[in-house]
């Protein structure tokens, strides 16, 4: 059975950084999608980044891009999302999602495996 643990989250002050570690057990192909979702209160859950473990390409939403940066060691069998230039919208519970290859989305659909999410909290 595959379980997905978040760590990393914490609170910050705006423009500092942050580095979640998502550590998956079980049995997850290395080319699976993973993925970096979020979702603030009162605010439907959003992707925030995915990447192909195929080929290593990566999406990332408008609204993270140049910001933040996923990345997976399948050795290690941990996704991570480095997280800088933090701003107080980015105010979430940040969740780590897995689903079958190929196609990577940046909505849930298809994520079959989802961790119980780190809260990460930046103030102004």
């Known amino acids: 059975q595959v379980q997905l643990v978040e760590s990393g989250g914490g609170s910050v002050q705006a423009g500092g950084s942050l580095r979640l570690s998502c550590a998956a057990s079980?049995?997850?192909?290395?080319?699976?999608?993973m993925g970096w979702f979020r979702q603030a209160p009162g605010k439907e859950r959003e992707g925030v980044a995915s990447i192909y473990g195929g080929d290593g390409s990566v999406n990332y939403s408008d609204s993270v891009k140049g910001r933040f940066t996923i990345s997976r060691d399948n050795g290690k069998n941990t996704l991570y999302l480095q997280m800088n230039s933090l701003k107080p919208e980015d105010t979430a519970m940040y969740y780590c999602?897995?689903?079958?290859?190929?196609?990577?989305?940046?909505?849930?659909?298809?994520?079959?495996?989802w961790g119980q999410g780190t809260q990460v909290t930046v103030s102004s």
């Open positions: 079980g049995y997850i192909s290395s080319t699976y999608c």
């Open positions: 999602a897995a689903k079958p290859p190929v196609w990577c989305p940046l909505n849930s659909n298809g994520y079959n495996y």
